[in-house]
């Protein structure tokens, strides 16, 4: 494996990080908070160290091969979470280390579970730092390295892409890998201004709405409130983050294919209707099974419009505790937390388009039975799935299966209910954030002993990455040589 | 500028490379899912899946904004086909990879229609490159225009040749005929005029055409390597390509084919050569052909193994310029340590044929330049243009136009007939005229003649 470009490849992590850490250090000064200080030191040392590791070791050829891709990938989210954990840490206001890395994991991997019982006690600097993890970790450092950097990893960096990027597909909607990262971020960035635009529009103050934007965007869910986004009690606040949630949770080439007008296009991708079917569904079946629970039929729609929205983009907001809904509407709940958000998007999840793929090779399967000597192909908007796109579907069910039973197994160790346990993994794997019991929307992970908390940060990174990258790491052939 | 190219096979793949280095956008489309996959994972483009031959799929992929649609698959009339397509979806220029020279020689009458700039042939330009090496081993650069009737050959003249120290209008060989155009002295690059004193060590570029230029290079002492006996081994379409033109410039050619049939087909299209029906692996056969005093061998058969082998052979028992021809080029390096002078991929030609195309073709948009070179390490262009009717420069005698400094007319094609042209001639409409300049950006005729 070609280790220098690996090295090169985290050096830039490291100055992006450096540099990123920096908004915190200006909010310091807005606020006039000292706190500033350990993120300016944190950032300073991570860009020199970063800087050292591009200049000492430039690898001598560029090429990137899919193995040391998916390796450079997977630790560069472990070692930016490292780093963006030091000034938690630093200054005492998350004084655990594994606290604030779980945090700073949270973060980036867009899951915003949280081990805070006080968020209100964290300095701003701290607050816009996190938030402003998950608006990073939920478009990607690497997408983000692609934009700016050019030729990096060489012609082959679609595999960068692939090892970050969500979806069983991960393909380019413009020829050059550099445009199309900068196309992916312009758009991220400007739905991302459209809500903090509409957010202030309502009377949102500035550092509220902005936060708030950063953790939608990333479909992460940390809030700067304890109460997250019951704080904001209007229909219209409430409203807004809702929407941008199921829009942060889209496809992006949707919008692509929008910005380029192919509009028949657009509207063909099948995904896109599954996950309108699925938002609809759940959101009409929990209106109807909570409506005796809420004064009038619109607050119970507007609960759980709100509440599928944030759990199936994998946001994780919360309005309210959700604990005391009906059965059949925390089962809802449950299922849509492992189902997810789009390919292609800021979300978690298992992935609608996986969904699809496999409900439609059931189906085939089903044709088998019936004429065992049918000949079929299984088609996406219009276009055959490749064989192997379903045989790695079916393998990614299989090792999301494996780790959600291997970290269930491990997390009942901490002797919690059924509930708590089975949905803390749940949602951490899938990246939403908050489960159900003691984890809920209102509760936090503070509960939780050393051992359980690795898990779960395992659980978070393995499923924003996708799995594969992770476990490659793992994997002793990877490192050998040849 | 925005490409699209339709097949990803060994020529597609090999345009596709060239072109993604110097930063084109570029999608590319296959009916295979495989060589779409492999081409785009290993190079930063695009790929779209499907048959490029239909409208969707080429609207897909771009079509309707790109500025070139190059057409490489297999099939000639697909290519064709996949031409018209792209110029209804909206695509500003094509190329088309055609193979069956009875099919080149009719493109013209459907150029417009097809929105067609250039119809490639890979096995062709293999032969022209061969034939270039054979004929003028010792030119620096050689560049055709009129459709290669003329060319421009760079040479370095030699400390003891007769036009040393002489103007060039006082070197009267083949006056009329031969003009000398650009002049690269010490990193310097000159449009000489009559005045301009050549020395030894100049690097001169002439325009002639070619049997013509040979005898010039001869009586100035210029040695060109020019080789008279060539053995061709294998006789496929590329050697088939490369008899006609070596013939034409008056060198024997023989062909070793081990096919009988084919060496019928050959012998009644090639008169002019000597067809030998044999294995081209049998040492004895190829000695008593007499490769040990062949001038050239070029090594054209199917296989790169036996091609090169039969290289090593030749090496060793004659003098004569070798060129292999090998398909393969993931072993370049390899080859470079063998006993090998000269290697010919036929399908990287192509691709960067292209791309010499498409780099003159993003300078001449919106002119009516027909064709663009760079010359003499891109300081210098020769442009040819077609003369408008409306043009301000017909009728006049060259010498009694004001033309710009480090300019020069070169070349006059006028319905196939080359004029070297003198003081005294002039200029019509419908001409092709060619134009070697200093000076960038020429985009009319007109703009030759300066301002005051």
Sequence with gaps: MNKRIIVYILGWVLIIEGAAMQIATVTSLIFNEHEGLYFFLTGAASAVLGFLAIKVKKPKNMVLYQKAGFAATALSWILMSFVGCIPFWASGEIPSFIDAFFETVSGFTTTGSTVLTNVEGLSNCMLIWRSFLNWLGGMGVIVFLLAIIPKLGGQQNIYLMKAESPGPIVGKAVPHMRSYAALLYGIYIG?????????????MGFFDALNTSFATAGTGGFGIRNANI?????????????????????????????????????????????YIGIVVLSVAIITINISSIYPSLYDAF???????????????????????WPELSKAVIIIITFIGATAGSTGGGFKVS??????????KEFALLVHPRNVKTVKMDGKTVDHNIIRST????????????????LISIENKDFLTSFTSIAANLNNTGPGLGEVGPVGNYAGFGIFSKAVLIFDMLAGRLELFPLLLLFSPSAWKKA | MKIVIVGCGKVGSSIATELNSEGHDIVVVDIDQNSVKNLSDSLDIMGIEGNGATYDVLIDAGAESADLVIAATARDEINLYTCLMAKAAGAKHTIARVRNPEYTNDLYRVKDQLGLSMAINPELTAAVEISRLLRFAGALEIDAFSRGIVELIKV?????????????????????????????????????????????????????????????????????????????????????????????????????????QRCNELAEILPDAVIIQGDCMDQNLLLSEGIEHADGVAALMDYDEENILISLYINSVSKAKIITKVNNTSFDNILDRLNIDC?????????????????AMQNT????????????????????????????????????????????????????????????????????????????????????????
């Design chain 2, 343 to 359: 290697v010919i991929h036929p399908k990287n030609l192509t691709g960067e044929y292209i791309a010499r195309y498409i780099r």
């Design chain 2, 156 to 260: 370095a003249i030699p400390q003891d040749s007769l036009i040393n120290n002489k103007k060039i209008s006082e070197i009267d060989i083949l006056k009329g005929k031969v003009r000398i155009c650009s002049v690269e002295r010490d990193g310097e690059v000159y449009i000489p005029n009559g005045d301009f004193v050549i020395q030894g060590g100049d690097r001169i570029s002439i325009v002639s055409k070619p049997e013509i230029a040979a005898r010039f290079f001869r009586k100035i002492n210029v040695s060109i390597g020019r080789s008279r006996d060539v053995i061709l081994l294998g006789g496929g379409k590329v050697s088939y390509y490369l008899a006609k033109t070596l013939i034409k410039s008056g060198t024997n050619v023989k062909i070793i084919e081990r096919n009988a």
């Design chain 1, 191 to 203: 739905l991302t201004a459209m809500e903090l635009i509409l957010l202030l529009c309502g009377g």
């Design chain 1, 230 to 274: 019951a704080a904001y009690n209007t229909y219209y606040f409430q409203t807004v983050i809702a929407v941008f949630m199921l829009l942060f949770g889209l496809n992006f080439s949707f919008y692509i294919l929008l910005l380029t007008r192919k509009f028949k296009q657009a509207f063909r991708i099948e995904e896109l209707w599954f």
């Design chain 1, 302 to 324: 507007h609960q759980s419009f709100f509440y599928v929205s944030s759990i199936i983009t994998t946001t994780g907001f919360g309005i309210g505790d959700v604990n005391q």
């Design chain 1, 394 to 409: 079916c393998m990614f069910l299989v090792v999301y299966m494996g780790i959600f039973a291997l970290s269930f197994l």
């Design chain 2, 365 to 452: 948009v919106g002119s009516n330049v027909e064709t663009l070179y760079r010359l003499n390490e891109d300081m210098v262009e020769a442009l040819e243009f077609r003369v408008r009717k409306s043009s301000k420069i017909t009728g006049i005698q060259i010498k009694d136009m004001s033309l710009k400094d480090n300019l020069q007319i070169i070349c006059i094609n006028r319905r196939g007939k080359i004029i070297i042209p003198q003081g005294s001639d002039v200029i019509m409409p419908d001409d092709l005229v060619v134009v070697i300049t200093k000076h960038k950006g020429l985009s009319d005729l007109d703009d030759i003649l300066s301002r005051h």
């Design chain 1, 354 to 363: 996986r969904l699809l793929i496999l409900c439609k090779e059931v189906r």
